[in-house]
């Protein structure tokens, strides 16, 4: 079967990568993909940007691909796979309705909301309903986001109330063009961060290996958030007392609760938890597709097929496929051009990849493109230097090796990716067992029949006791003007 993945970064490397590695799979095309993509055995890339619907139908009908895989977020919040769905063509991913979860925070945090799942107290508010006041009453630091799709830049953590009614205007004053429209001013979170993705099929969902990177540019933690300068798996965070709640409190709820509003989920749905103290997994944003670049080091740990899985949701049984995953760790550094985020230079030739194609692991490109023979740096996040080991210790010290062995002028990355892992809170790492996940069967009874907008057995199953945790007394005054509008929370 040929296999077509959209789009152009180091998860639709990872992807494409992963796919050409099935026996099953005889071509996997990218479009548009990049110089890694260009150079992998069995793929190809076509010149179609994954915004041209059209171009990736034409694509699909004219070189007969079977499955189609979309990696970023804009085509799957723009209905790519309603398109696809219109023409009889299969495409894994959610449907428009149901990516809106990423494509709008404030139509997220009402979801979550309406189904009880633990996430930050927060209020939305536009140009017309925005009230400094509000901003001022609460205790920072405190979180200002543009609603909308921002590329990873409508974020701001304000240390000061002044620094957040400035980010909040500015953002409804038209900086990040219609992203900023609606602006959700959040509560800070305490807590470790983790990505928990997993596949969905409308009712079933199999979690995927668990993961976290590291937003933030520099080591230690600091610096400006990025799209992520590196990721490993498995995140220590996530003990299985940790995976249990996050199933239960936020995946069960959010598939359920799409299905019963009549937009049952397919795809990979991505979780970002802040697990606070207590252990509570606070959602701090759904994303409708896999992670970049914690795609990386999941799929290097992924023994399964991956286009099983992904054909397995797309015909609704997923509880009838398991994934194995290699008990090894993986981890993945990030190597970004000068400049990055704010302003990357581009144009670089790299050297090096031929050496780092003889070590252990594998290094994937994001913004990368060939100039004749020469590949040259393309965008801001240019590589993602991944490998495995026996601990996040050992994954680390391959990855750091491959990435050491990778030269362009101005090339820029952390040297401390996995350092909370390292630091002793790594769970597991020496088990050489290897392990199979069945899918977790979410509505036995009714299925398919949740997309009706019936009720979900199950809905209420939060305990109230959840719903004090992630409305304490220091945000009430954030609520007022939510409980003041009569809207239940
Ligand atoms: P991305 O595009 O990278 O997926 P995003 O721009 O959609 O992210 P979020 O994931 O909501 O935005 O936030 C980015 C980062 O900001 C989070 O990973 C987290 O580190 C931090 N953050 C967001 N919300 C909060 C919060 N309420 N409390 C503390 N930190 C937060």
Redesign the pocket.
């Known amino acids: 079967m040929k296999v077509l993945v959209i789009g152009a970064g180091g998860r639709e490397h990872a992807l494409a990568w992963k796919c050409a590695a099935s026996a099953r799979v005889t071509e996997v095309l990218v479009a548009p993909g990049n110089a890694g993509t260009a150079r992998e055995p069995k793929v190809r890339n076509v010149d179609v940007q994954a915004s041209d619907f059209g171009g990736l139908v034409r694509l699909a009908r004219s070189e007969g691909v079977a499955l189609t895989i979309v990696g970023p977020e804009a085509p799957l919040v723009a209905g790519v796979v309603d398109t696809f769905e219109k023409h009889g063509l299969r495409c894994f991913g959610p449907r428009q309705a149901a990516a809106r979860l990423?494509g709008s925070?404030a139509f997220a945090k009402e979801f979550l909301r309406r189904h009880r799942i633990p996430t930050?107290a927060?209020v939305t508010v536009t140009r017309e309903t925005f009230d400094p006041e509000l901003v001022r009453r609460q205790r920072t630091?405190i979180?200002v986001?543009a609603s909308g799709?921002?590329?990873?830049?409508?974020?701001v953590?304000a240390e000061t109330a002044a620094e957040a009614l400035a980010a909040a205007e500015a953002m409804l004053e038209g900086r990040l063009g219609e992203a900023g429209r609606e602006v959700v001013i959040?509560?800070?979170?305490?807590?470790e961060?983790a990505s928990f993705i997993v596949v969905a099929d409308g009712s079933h969902v199999l979690p995927l290996a668990t993961s976290q990177?590291h937003?933030?540019l520099q080591d230690g933690d600091r610096g400006p958030?990025?799209?992520?300068m590196g990721a490993y798996s498995p995140a220590p965070v996530v003990t299985p007392a940790i995976h249990e709640r996050i199933m239960r409190e936020v995946i069960e709820p959010a598939i359920r609760g799409l299905a019963a509003e009549g937009m049952a989920y397919t795809g990979f749905l991505?979780a970002?938890i802040?697990v606070a103290r207590d252990g509570t997994p606070?959602v701090?944003?759904f994303?409708c597709r896999f992670?970049d670049p914690e795609t990386q080091p999941i799929l290097m740990r992924l023994e399964s097929d991956l286009t099983v899985l992904c054909e397995a949701a797309l015909d609704g049984r997923l509880d009838r496929v398991q994934a194995t995953w290699d008990a090894r760790a993986a981890l993945g550094v990030v190597m970004a051009a000068e400049g990055y985020p704010d302003a990357p230079r581009m144009g670089a030739a790299i050297a090096g990849l031929d050496a780092a194609a003889k070590l252990p692991g594998k290094v994937f490109h994001a913004g990368t493109r060939l100039s004749g023979d020469r590949v040259v740096v393309s965008g801001g996040r240019v590589l993602c230097a991944t490998a495995m080991g026996a601990t996040v210790a050992e994954a680390q010290r391959a990855a750091y090796a491959l990435a050491d062995a990778v030269h362009w002028p101005g090339a820029t990355y952390r040297r401390d990716i996995g350092h909370r892992a390292i630091a002793g809170l790594y769970i597991g790492a020496n088990r050489s067992r290897r392990f199979a996940r069945p899918a977790l069967w979410l509505c036995p009874s009714r299925g398919p029949r949740a997309a009706s907008g019936r009720s979900i057995a199950g809905f209420r199953t939060v305990p109230p006791a959840c719903i004090g945790r992630i409305m304490p007394p220091l945000v009430w005054s954030l609520h007022r003007p939510v409980l003041e509008n009569g809207e239940e929370y």
């Open positions: 990423e925070k930050a927060s630091p979180v986001k799709l921002a590329a990873g830049k409508g974020v953590i959040e509560e800070f979170l305490q807590g961060e990177d937003k933030r958030n990025t799209g992520g991505y970002g802040m606070n701090l944003e994303n992670g």
